[in-house]
Structures are given as structure tokens and as C-alpha cells.
């Protein structure tokens, strides 16, 4: 049952995962561009120029924070990653058929294996 409810929360985010893949290459984009307008700021000698690139950075900034659908799904590509690494864990942890809380059983297994 639990298996069965991760796949369907995974195929959930995995769905707002690619319905807001649009806006998070934007984010992307924009914030590359913010990099850029950033760099060339430093690089500016005159005051009309540092003025000119600080305002198209705002202006860029105000296109990254509307990008409020983007957020939601990096969420979901965070939420696809958990999911993903509590199936792993689910399936590491089947294999195990020792006590986990004696040591003496995780050494023997270990010797037995070396001794082969």
C-alpha cells in the first residue's frame, strides 16, 4: 500500500512537474540574466551606466518573482526527489533479513563473505 501511494504522489508531481516546466525555463532564463546585468554593472564607469543597469536589473527582477509557478515546481522536482529516495530505502531495507541492532550478526555476515 505504501509503494502504491508513492507512485501516485510521484505521478502527481511528476505531472506539476511538467506543467510548470514553461515558467522554470523562464526562471532560469531571468535569473541568468540578472547574473549578466549584475556583472555588467561592475564592469560600468559612468553613473548613467551603473543608473541603466540597475534599472533593467529591476526590471528583470520583477519578471523573476511573478515566476511564483516555477516555485511550485521546483517543489515538485524536490518532491519527486523524496519520493524517489524513500523507494529506495524501501527497497534496500526488504533485502535486509538480520537483526539490524546486533553487530555480531553484520560481522559474521561480512566474514562468511570474505572467507568465500
Given amino acids: 500500500m ?5 507512485f501516485v504522489l510521484g505521478l502527481a508531481a511528476l505531472m506539476v512537474l ?9 526562471l532560469a532564463v531571468s535569473v541568468w540574466l540578472l547574473y549578466v546585468v549584475f556583472k555588467q554593472f ?5 553613473l548613467g551606466k551603473k543608473i541603466g543597469w540597475t534599472i533593467l536589473g529591476l526590471f528583470i527582477l520583477s519578471i523573476t518573482f511573478s515566476n511564483i509557478f516555477a516555485v511550485m515546481g521546483l517543489v515538485a522536482a524536490y518532491g519527486l ?8 530505502q524501501d527497497k534496500h531495507s526488504d ?3 538480520s537483526d539490524q ?6 560481522f559474521e555476515r561480512e566474514w562468511a563473505e570474505l572467507n568465500k
Avoid: H, Q, R
Avoid at 505504501?2 to 508513492?6: A, D, T
Avoid at 511538467?18 to 523562464?26: K, R, V
Avoid at 561592475?42 to 559612468?46: E, F, P
Fill in 81 to 88: 526527489y523524496l519520493i524517489y529516495k524513500e523507494w529506495k
Fill in 101 to 106: 541492532s546486533d553487530p555480531f550478526v553484520n
Fill in 2 to 6: 505504501k509503494k502504491f501511494i508513492l
Fill in 95 to 97: 533485502s535486509y533479513t
Fill in 42 to 46: 561592475m564592469k560600468a564607469d559612468s
Fill in 18 to 26: 511538467l506543467a510548470n516546466m514553461g515558467p522554470m525555463i523562464l
